[in-house]
């Protein structure tokens, strides 16, 4: 692994970046590099953390937004939003942890850069949704600004979100400005057990095409629930169906009623309570269960109705596991080793279903083999190389993390 | 009204108008095509009226194949292309110019799917707002972005400026409510970007093209997320004898962890103009607030009664709680006729800046200032959970002297909402209106980067000319100024 510069303020990362883009030097960016395992090996010669650009430099609770340095440490800052009631409502995952990296350190920028969201997504939105504003370097070592602190605003182009979810190809975030929400009062789950993933979908569409706000719909088959460290859940040994409901005690109390009425047809409705309930989604979000293999990881996004058919097709060649979210359109699967680490059927059944898969987690020799992203139709593929040349002509950014030629 | 300069059109593409009106015939049909000056007039201008200018031609494709044959067709001959939806943009996003064809998606307004299960609908772009919410409201869902306009407006207008509306305090604006989009780029091109499922592959081209005002491309189906339909929903009023006062009411509200659905912000002279004309029973208070909450009906008393209590220490003069479909139609009724209400007493310069809401006292008080310097009156109306104000001023369109200040006022208050934390515009998009008003929010290199993307979609520049980047610094201008320097 290349040694890494820890530039202490944007203008050292714009002449860092600038000295790189002259020598064509390749650089990998990271934060606390808890993802480092993520995405194609790349062969660069210098390493640029983002984690000596700290801390937290505005926080307004009553108008629900913070700004922070962009290497500053989630924990940090949720530290400091949940001293005032509020949360980051997104719930970024735990995604390093799943590749066998270390998630204790993960930054807020690379937060954003992978446009990291939990199980709330459904119903508050990606990461993306709630980034507002940004400081960023790009691969000229020219800084750049967009968005801003207020909750709406078109003004230009909206740069913000095209460099989310760019896994640091395009610029180097130095500092970004997000939305944050109040922390709900209550949180109570709702669990069905040992249900078939058809019909446990079934369950979890319902339960969203209800008025009744549903914020977390997860689907654990057998083999996932053994590792939960939920006791209680875990014991049960069979499949575990949950719905997460959230808000003012009396609120959640009634919704809960209205939900378990329209779901009595499924079997029997268990209730964890409050405690119990943010145990099982901070471990669901800590991704906790996926850490103890070292096996393929896949994550999937389909529309969630066709979740079960793409896991029933990929299971039809091989043994594989299956933790759905987001009421069954975002899958974890994981596959038993293989050369290709499931690539070829993943693939031919995403071409089929619809949707696009990452390969969370796979030796390197085989991510350097095999699409690790979803690969681009023709005509997006010409424009996202042109954008990757629009922000970074010399490619010295996070080269071939995404894509091979680009 | 006429402060923005529009470039001088090219010359030899007006000379050629015959032979392209024929060419776009042969490629689309004779139907699809407008091109005697009558029927080219209804599409001269949006809803920014000031500014006029007649098109070469007008096109109604029925598909998008007819998009991409007409984008390739002017992009060889590099004829400049406006894309329109139904023209109710406040900023000049739909204006043409005369050398540029209009492409107005009207007449491609079909529902393609609605898959309630996995709750999206494709539709096709030329579609209203409206049409979409009404087409799923039987099953208990809605579209949630609320444009005023939406009865008229269409989809594609929504996309092209990502649109709100007075819901997004708690559902989001337009970029956060499309999934995928069905795209023709300016060589004809046609691209298929996300679907039924979150977050698309690779770069987030949607969320690019979303609110990139007609620069990238012309956008032809998209899938939207539909939403389950609450319970059910009331609002209630409450009125204060300061805007301060109002403002941190509102601040109150959201620091306690409420988040309503809408809070709606009126100052005395919007009030009293909509009262006058929707007879709403509104008080006749200094600031206003309209503060809706759904759920179940025991979910929004235990809210309203919250709010009510939260309003409390800062002394409402006035605090009504709907108590039936009737009341809260009434509460809303003046609030819906505002625009109208205002039209009908006056011409006004809507002005759409954002603001952190901490300064919304301060930034009522300056608007104030900078309008009396003018002698121009004004009312506000905004949207007040996200700090997106709607300063109207008055002014008589007749009078070019007070058209120019009230231009001039505007400007001074949208550059007020960016030195305090603010932007330019919240949901109306930058069109021509506040196009050189951009290097007051963003530096050359902001701008640069914004422009280089810009150059990716669109290389010639021919996709919605004249518009969002000012005219000076783009990079078709630079080529021009250099290839004249030598």
């Known amino acids: 692994m290349p040694s890494d510069v820890r530039p202490v303020d944007e203008r050292e990362v714009s002449r860092i970046l600038r000295e790189a883009a002259q020598a064509a030097t390749p650089i990998e960016l990271k934060g606390a590099g808890s993802k480092h395992n993520i995405g194609r090996p790349m062969t660069t010669t210098l390493g640029l953390s983002t984690g000596a650009l700290r801390g937290i430099t505005l926080y307004e609770p009553n108008e629900m937004v913070m700004a922070a340095r962009s290497g500053t440490p989630l924990s940090l800052l949720e530290e400091s939003l949940a001293e005032r009631g509020q949360m980051l409502a997104f719930e970024p995952a735990s995604l390093g942890t799943a590749a066998g990296g270390e998630a204790r350190g993960a930054t807020i920028g690379g937060v954003f850069a992978t446009n990291l969201s939990g199980a709330r997504r459904i119903m508050v939105g990606a990461a993306r949704d709630h980034l507002l504003g940004l400081r960023a370097v790009n691969g000229r070592g020219e800084i750049f600004k967009a968005g801003g602190r207020v909750m709406k605003n078109v003004t230009g182009v909206d740069l913000c979100r095209g460099l989310a979810g760019s896994w640091g190809t395009l610029a180097v975030m130095s500092e970004v400005t997000f939305k944050v929400l109040p922390m709900p009062e209550h949180t109570e789950t709702l669990v069905l057990l040992g249900l078939p993933d058809e019909i446990a979908i079934e369950v979890l569409c319902t339960a969203m095409g209800a008025p009744f706000e549903v914020s977390g719909a997860v689907h654990l088959q057998p083999t996932m629930v053994a590792r939960l460290e939920h006791e209680g859940l875990r014991g049960q040994g069979q499949a575990v169906t949950a719905l997460r409901l959230e808000n003012f005690k009396a609120s959640v109390d009634y919704r809960k009623g209205k939900l378990k009425a329209l779901l009595k047809a499924y079997g029997e409705i268990h209730d964890l309570d409050h405690d119990n309930s943010l145990a099982l989604w901070q471990e669901l979000r800590a991704l906790a269960l996926l850490k103890a293999s070292d096996a393929p990881l896949w994550r999937i996004s389909t529309a969630p109705s066709t979740g079960p058919k793409v896991v029933a097709a990929i299971a039809r060649y091989m043994d594989c596991s299956a933790f759905y979210d987001w009421a069954g359109g975002l899958i974890w699967l994981e596959l038993l080793p293989t050369t290709d680490a499931g690539a070829a059927d993943v693939r031919r059944v995403i071409a089929t279903h619809g949707g696009h898969a990452t390969l969370i987690r796979a030796a390197a020799e085989v991510r350097a083999a095999v699409d690790v992203f979803q690969p681009l139709e023709p005509g997006v593929g010409t424009i996202s190389r042109q954008l990757k040349a629009a922000f970074d002509p010399a490619g010295i950014l996070n080269p071939g993390r995404m894509y091979a030629d680009f | ?486």
């Open chain 2, 1 to 486: 009204m006429s402060r923005v300069i529009l470039p001088e059109p090219d010359r030899a593409i007006l000379a050629r108008r015959d032979g392209i009106v024929a060419d776009l015939r042969r490629l689309v049909g004779g139907q699809a095509i407008i091109a005697d000056e009558v029927g080219r007039r209804a599409y001269e201008t949006d809803a920014l009226t000031a500014y006029r200018r007649l098109p070469l031609a007008v096109v109604l494709p029925g598909t998008t194949e007819e998009i991409a044959r007409v984008l390739r067709y002017c992009d060889q001959w590099g004829i400049k292309v406006v894309a329109r939806g139904a023209g109710t943009s406040l900023s000049g996003g739909a204006l043409p110019t005369e050398d540029a064809v209009v492409i107005a998606v009207s007449r491609m307004n079909r529902v393609l799917e609605v898959d309630y299960v996995n709750r999206v609908a494709r539709v096709e772009v030329g579609i209203t707002n409206l049409a979409i919410s009404e087409a799923v409201k039987a099953a208990g869902f809605f579209y949630a972005p609320d444009p005023s306009s939406q009865l008229a407006c269409t989809l594609a207008g929504n996309i092209g400026m990502n649109s709100g509306g007075a819901h997004c305090l708690k559902y989001g604006v337009t970029t956060n409510n499309v999934l995928g989009l069905k795209m023709v780029l300016v060589d004809g091109t046609i691209v298929e970007l996300g679907g039924p499922h979150l977050d698309a592959a690779g770069y987030d081209l949607v969320g690019l093209i979303v609110g990139s005002e007609g620069q990238f491309g012309i956008v032809t189906e998209a899938t939207v997320r539909i939403l389950r339909a609450a319970e059910g929903a009331r609002p209630m009023l409450i009125g204060f004898d300061s805007s301060e006062a109002a403002g941190q009411c509102v601040a109150a509200i959201i620091g306690s962890g409420i988040i309503p659905v809408a809070i709606e912000f009126m100052d005395r002279p919007a009030i009293r103009v909509c009262e006058a004309f929707a007879k709403a029973g509104y008080p006749d208070v200094e600031a206003l607030l309209i503060v809706e909450v759904e759920g179940s009906d025991a979910e929004i008393k235990a809210l309203l009664e919250a709010i009510t209590e939260l309003a409390k220490p800062f002394d409402p003069r006035e605090l009504r709680v709907s108590q039936s479909a009737e009341q809260s139609a009434a509460i809303w009724k003046g609030r819906k006729a505002a625009f109208g209400a205002i039209g009908r007493i006056s011409d006004y310069y809507c002005m759409d800046g954002t603001i952190p809401l901490g300064q919304l006292a301060h930034v009522l008080g300056e608007i104030s200032r900078i309008c009396d310097a003018h002698g121009l009156k004004v009312a506000n109306i905004f949207h007040a959970g996200d700090g997106n104000l709607h300063p109207l001023i008055l002014y008589d369109a007749n009078d070019a002297d007070q058209a120019d200040r009230a231009e001039r006022a505007g400007a001074e208050v949208l550059e007020l909402c960016v030195a305090v934390g603010g932007c330019l515009t919240g949901e109306h998009g930058v069109g021509i209106e506040k196009r050189d008003l951009m290097p007051v929010q963003f530096d050359a290199s902001d701008l640069a980067q914004q422009m280089r993307i810009k150059t990716v979609f669109d290389p010639h520049w021919l996709l919605n000319p004249a518009k969002v980047f000012p005219l000076d610094g783009r990079p078709e201008a630079q080529a021009k100024k250099s290839k004249a320097a030598a």
